[in-house]
């Protein structure tokens, strides 16, 4: 056994193993280079030697690299090989043997061992090493692993180790497990900031500068600074792999003899990622690295951190089902934990691509992966345990929506069943609704047991046995990044560069590009692997298979929210089966293909753009979907066109692949289409009530203001929310909105209104009034107060003031003149006869003389006629 070197840790492990003696858990909270991966799982070992509860001990790691060097450094320690006392399991590799007692394994495996054996038998204590990072498979771990001690393993030791997380609330969640800290003895870090901001590059082209990235530029002019400013290796953060070989190029020929630069990054072959980590004589290293580097790797040498300011992390769109990756800048934690690289071994510098003004503007922390992340794989995890989200104790509980996006693409894969009469419930469009209460099926728990995303699972499950070696190739391709960037979206260029005999690259796509050949080695053996996976019987039971073969066929089993149907038009654009747009690059040669799968997208919201895609025929489509085609007839209001559709239509999601006329629609479909299009229009735009249809909605309003609530609401709100009751009937025979602006709405209201309220109305607000003549004359009931026009001496002998209404209010007279000019207005026929009519008397005598004009007009007989002209 190799004499440790001391570490900070070392001074809290009596504490530690005190509080997991005492009470089976805890919370460790130890910064970076404290010595907390490698020492703890040994002193725990040590610690429950010859214990009944003795038994292996599993420490969970973010990353497969760091799970990898983490039992390499404590079988070090011990003087052993790997896989005898301390082994570890990553997905493809394992290495154990009969005596591990500790194994190091990447965070997804322990759900799978939870899965397979609840219990967790011979398994003694779990531990969550850099819990802050927050993966999905972690919070879902320790959720699962606090159940199982809850209900069936009291004896079961849990232990949270991080090094930024805020413990108090994981404490908590943990019942209250003590908290045990250690300081570290870190070396003091210098900290350097950029003196100016960055440009964009957006910008720089909007001052016609052209030429490298103003990021790229600062970050070799940065890291070459360093190089001539400082001592001791230098670790380079960058987003990804992309940014590392840039960086890698441009540095090759700036930067002094003696200095070596590493790439370190997850797709890296192991044996490179191996030369990053460890020592390098009689060179300078110059580590260039994603976050990968952050917390859990110890990197020999490493004095120096220039920090670009960057992290990608993947974002998941709910309303698009994409996820995709994102740049974004990096939070004051994560910068802290890079910062923090270069004082571990001596006094450091870190070299930040950012001032110190812009540092305020970050955010504190990362977004947990429970918040951002496509949450499907969860969602069929939680549906095999058998338990919703409410029901375990997560840190940070999973949002309802994009749970409930997750939960429908298992549903649509087969990996759920729904019971009946449950969903999303009255008013839910089918799209909308959540399937709770759902329970794995046969082929759920086939795809939970195969080591990828349930859609590519369910691909592979399903393929014909003869193209299993294809979907193999596709699900490794589409688990991993494109080897062609840049090049023609059409996969059949990388599944072909895959199927070859070469080790890769090629200039097989017929743009002059070379494939990505560690990438092309590295995919191969993924799919070699998962070929075998499913040979061996991993994918045993469930569904049988569809007899797809071509890689659109398999692509459209992965991607069934994805399939898209080409829009009319020159332009390449799509519409996908989930109902959302997307569009590929002008001139790319599947852009004339009427159907196709979308297998990568960029996530914009309006219209993605497709950057890799299977190009399928219609033939294919109804092989492996024939259940998800339907043949309907639909009849509606087209808003662009202002008239009612009506169609016979063969239809997959919001795809249509077959359009006809209906000409034998039934009135009643065409009416409840009309009725849409009111609805749409509003009552004055797609009705045109005439003057008569006005008229008796403002008498009905008049008996509803005065208390006569049997009276219907006949506003353009009110009718509008009842209009299926007296408009619908009528709406047959109207296909467009002339045929509805045609429409006489005045018998249809009668109608509505029925008898006994037209009597009432008639009784109480009349149409008219009828003067002393007989003749009737129109009220009008615009304004607030009912009002009539009538000549004067057609009202001579009416002493009583006509009244409308339930309160009997008085009508407003405008009395005219024999030229129907308006005389007097009046409120009060018998104070005007009393008060004001000789005066205007007066004054019409003169101007009419052939027209009666009597003293006493009440007792004048009504007249419309002028007096005989005298011979």
Same mark, same amino acid.
């Given at each position: ?156 030791? @849990? ?253 649509? @894969? ?62 490794? @391709? ?394």
């Amino acid at each position: 056994m190799t004499a440790p070197q001391p570490l900070p840790i070392d001074d809290c492990l009596d504490d530690l193993l005190a509080a997991l003696a005492g009470q089976g858990q805890a919370v460790l909270q130890a910064p970076p280079g404290a010595g907390k991966t490698t020492r703890v799982p040994l002193a725990l070992l040590d610690a429950m030697r010859g214990q009944a509860r003795a038994g292996r001990i599993l420490m969970l790691e973010p990353r497969r690299l760091a799970a990898i060097a983490a039992a390499e450094r404590m079988a070090d320690i011990l003087g052993e090989p790997v896989g005898q006392t301390v082994g570890y399991r990553i997905r493809g590799e394992a290495r154990t043997g009969p005596e591990t007692r500790i194994e190091v394994v990447t965070e997804g495996i322990l759900t799978r061992m939870i899965q397979s054996d609840p219990e967790l038998g011979g398994v003694a204590a779990v531990i969550f090493d850099e819990f802050h990072e927050r993966s999905l498979n972690a919070d879902l771990g320790l959720a699962l692993a606090l159940e199982i001690r809850g209900a069936l393993r009291e004896d079961l030791t @849990l232990l949270v180790m991080s090094a930024t997380l805020d413990a108090a609330p994981v404490a908590e969640l943990m019942g209250g497990a003590p908290v045990i800290t250690s300081s570290g003895r870190a070396y003091p870090v210098e900290t350097r900031w950029l003196d100016r901001p960055i440009p964009s590059a957006a910008a720089m082209r909007g001052r016609g500068v052209r030429g490298p990235r103003p990021r790229d530029t600062a970050l070799i002019a940065t890291v070459s600074r360093a190089a001539q400013e400082t001592e001791g290796g230098i670790l380079v953060f960058l987003p990804g792999e992309a940014e590392i070989r840039r960086a890698a190029s441009a540095l090759a020929g700036v930067l002094p003899g003696n200095c070596r630069i590493l790439p370190l990054y997850g797709a890296l072959p192991a044996a490179e990622q191996r030369a990053a980590i460890a020592p390098l004589e009689g060179a300078r290293k110059v580590v260039l690295s994603t976050a990968i580097a952050e917390t859990s790797l110890t990197i020999d040498g490493i004095r120096v951190v220039v920090d670009g300011g960057l992290s990608r992390r993947a974002r998941f769109d709910p309303g698009s089902g994409m996820s995709r990756l994102v740049t974004e800048p990096v939070t004051r934690a994560e910068a802290d934990q890079r910062r923090g690289r270069a004082g571990r071994v001596a006094p450091g510098t870190c070299y930040r691509l950012w001032t110190k003004g812009e540092e305020g503007a970050l955010p504190a922390f990362p977004p947990a992966e429970i918040e951002a992340g496509d949450l499907t794989g969860l969602a069929l995890d939680l549906a095999e345990w058998g338990a919703p989200p409410e029901a375990l104790s997560f840190l940070t509980p999973p949002p309802a929506g994009p749970m409930a996006s997750a939960r429908r693409l298992l549903r649509d @894969l087969g990996a759920i069943a729904v019971p009946a009469g449950s969903g999303g419930g009255a008013g839910k469009r089918a799209e909308e609704e959540e399937p709770e209460g759902a329970t794995i099926t046969a082929h759920g728990k086939r795809l939970a047991r195969m080591p990828m995303h349930p859609r590519l699972a369910h691909m592979m499950c399903l393929a014909a046995p003869a193209a299993r070696p294809v979907a193999a190739r596709l699900a490794a @391709l589409l688990g991993d990044r494109d080897i062609l960037r840049g090049a023609p979206v059409d996969v059949a260029l990388r599944l072909a560069i895959l199927a070859g005999d070469r080790a890769g690259g090629g200039k097989d796509n017929g743009e002059g590009r070379e494939a990505n050949r560690a990438a092309v080695a590295r995919i191969r053996a993924e799919a070699k692997r998962l070929e075998r996976r499913l040979a061996g019987g991993a994918a045993k039971g469930g569904m049988a298979d569809t007899g797809a073969t071509s890689p659109g066929a398999l692509a459209a089993l992965a991607f069934p929210d994805r399939i898209g149907l080409r829009r009319p038009g020159d332009e390449p654009r799509w519409i996908l089966s989930n109902g959302k747009g997307a569009v590929m690059d002008a001139g790319d040669p599947l852009g004339p293909s009427r159907l196709l799968v979308a297998l990568d997208l960029d996530g914009d919201t309006r219209e993605a753009r497709i950057r890799l895609a299977a190009p399928l025929t219609e033939a294919e489509l109804r092989e492996v979907h024939a259940d998800r085609i339907g043949t309907g007839r639909l009849c509606r209001w087209s808003r662009r066109d202002r008239r009612v559709e009506a169609r016979e239509q063969v239809t997959m999601g919001a795809l249509v692949l077959e359009d006809r006329a209906w000409k034998t629609a039934p009135p009643e479909a065409v009416a409840a289409a009309a009725l849409d299009g009111v609805r749409d229009l509003g009552l004055a735009t797609a009705l045109a009530p005439s003057p008569a249809v006005q008229r008796l909605r403002r008498r009905v309003e008049l008996l509803r203001q005065g208390g006569d609530d049997d009276m219907p609401d006949v506003t353009d709100a009110g009718l509008l929310e009842r209009a299926a009751e007296w408009l619908l009937p009528h709406l047959g025979g109207c296909r467009s909105l002339a045929d509805l602006r045609a429409l006489d709405l005045l018998e249809p209201l009668r109608q509505w209104l029925g008898w006994d309220r037209l009597q009432r109305l008639d009784r109480l607000a009349p149409a008219g009034f009828t003067t002393p003549l007989g003749r009737s004359v129109p009220i009008d009931y615009e304004d607030e107060v009912p009002t009539i026009e009538v000549r004067l001496q057609e009202m001579f002998g009416l002493t009583r003031h006509p009244t409308v209404g339930p309160d009997r209010r008085p009508l407003r007279i405008a009395l005219l003149s024999p030229a129907r000019r308006p005389v007097q207005v009046t409120m009060d026929l018998p104070g005007f006869w009393t008060n004001s009519y000789a005066d205007v008397r007066k004054d019409m005598r003169g101007r009419y003389p052939r027209h009666p004009w009597p003293e006493d007009p009440t007792t004048a007989a009504p007249t419309s006629r002028a007096n005989p002209r005298k011979s």
